[in-house]
């Protein structure tokens, strides 16, 4: 009832159409041992369906082969067990299909595209389904894949943080020139990423990518006001990886508990530089002080960032950072860099919400940055925060953005 009643809306308000059929593919989206990976794509499948709409996931899962060439007879052997079995070959669960792909080493992600195109090809000849539009998650590789399999109309959504590496690689640029001439529509999820995808590739197709944030949704992140002045729980959520500069929140805390023995770190999220936060933990004396949670549900994150204090984030680079922006929802301050997504997304706000400090900053520098943030005290105005996170980034919100987006080239 809700729904047709929705849609009656939307036609009697625009003339539009009513559902749209969507094939979403992306290769970063939530399981069980990965609950947060993704989490934004999942975020725009749900708000899509409740309004209605119906959505299918595709995620190419990555299986390493060796380097060069796989063999022909992989792909045989991937057919002929899709066809035997194609639910064994292909698992599905609550609309999401996941699909191997054979990705030979060192193949960057150039071949990281050709391997999506071939599973992709597999899969879709034993599980074909009919959509209206398809839409991928990155321009490099998912996007080429699609493009070269012929999937129109095709909308891409760009996240990725490292598209330096990407514009690095023989033929990297020329690809993805190839995907935003090819594309019928591109977005970013902030203008920084569209400043640095039309400066690598002097495309004119790149000055009419649109911008559409992520979603931000509060429904399960507690607003709380802080004690002013008490800033000695730090929580950092996210991935425990070196590009994430888990390194620098380390040294960081170590440096400002000399002037807070009794502060705290939790560390919410799972990654491969676990090992080396355990020994340097061990070696500075700070096993008691730094909690690792491990792999956390997103919908138990807002417990953690309730218990918190201040959530330090130290990302060199950000597409868009959402773990800030949830962190601001929950009414904590919040210590980054500036890493091009922090600014983009609440940077306007930083006076009343948190500090950014440049991308160089050192240990010292982010230890005095929380200090300084005590001493605010009263210029912090984490309602005002809250608020602004409801406004720009509400689900309904960013799926009517997209919505429109696909109607205006189906």
């Known amino acids: 009832m809700a729904c047709r009643a929705y849609m009656a809306r939307r036609e009697d308000l625009n003339g539009v159409r009513g559902a749209v059929k969507v094939q979403v593919v992306t290769p970063w989206y939530p399981d069980r041992y990965s609950p947060y990976s993704g989490i934004f794509v999942k975020k725009q499948v749900d708000a899509l369906r409740r309004l209605c709409h119906q959505v299918e996931v595709e995620v190419p899962v990555i299986y390493p082969a060796p380097q060069g060439a796989v063999p022909d007879a992989v792909a045989r052997a991937m057919e002929s067990l899709a066809e035997i079995d194609p639910a064994a070959m292909f698992a599905q669960d609550d609309g999401v299909t996941r699909v191997p792909a054979a990705v030979p080493s060192r193949s960057g992600d150039l071949g ?10 597999i899969k879709r000849s034993f599980l074909p389904g009919e959509v209206d539009i398809t839409h991928a998650h990155l321009g490099v590789p998912t996007g080429l894949a699609l493009l070269h399999l012929g999937a129109k109309p095709l909308v891409v959504t760009e996240h990725q943080s490292t598209l330096g590496r990407v514009f690095g690689q023989p033929g990297g640029v020329e690809a993805y020139q190839e995907v935003l001439e090819g594309a019928d529509a591109f977005i970013c999820v902030s203008s920084h990423l569209k400043d640095q995808i039309v400066g690598a590739t002097q495309s004119k197709a790149a000055e009419a990518i649109d911008i559409v944030p992520n979603i931000v949704d509060l429904s399960d992140i507690p607003f709380r006001e802080r ?11 996210g991935t425990i990886a070196t590009h994430k500069g888990i390194e620098l929140l380390l040294r960081a805390f170590k440096v400002y508990r000399q002037g807070d023995r009794s502060a705290t770190l939790t560390i919410v999220g799972v990654g491969p530089h676990r090992p080396w936060v355990e020994r340097f933990t061990a070696g500075a004396g700070l096993s008691r002080s730094v909690r690792l949670t491990g792999s956390v549900p997103h919908e138990k994150i807002g417990a953690f960032l309730d218990k918190a204090d201040v959530l330090v984030h130290l990302s060199p680079s950000e597409t868009f950072g959402i773990a800030s922006l949830e962190a ?20 306007d706000f930083e006076e009343v919400v948190g500090c950014l400090l440049p991308a160089g900053a050192s240990a010292v520098d982010v230890a005095e940055a929380v200090v300084r943030l005590e001493e605010r005290g009263d210029a912090l105005d984490p309602q005002a925060g809250r608020r602004m996170v409801e406004g720009r980034f509400a689900p309904n919100q960013i799926a009517d953005a997209l919505i429109a987006t696909y109607e205006r080239v189906l």
């Open 112 to 121: 990281r595209a050709a391997a999506y195109e071939n599973s992709m090809r």
């Open 328 to 347: 601001i929802g929950a009414g904590l301050p919040v210590v980054s860099l500036r890493n091009g997504g922090a600014e983009s997304a609440w940077g």
């Open 227 to 237: 004690a002013r002045g008490a800033h000695g729980h730090w929580v950092y959520v």
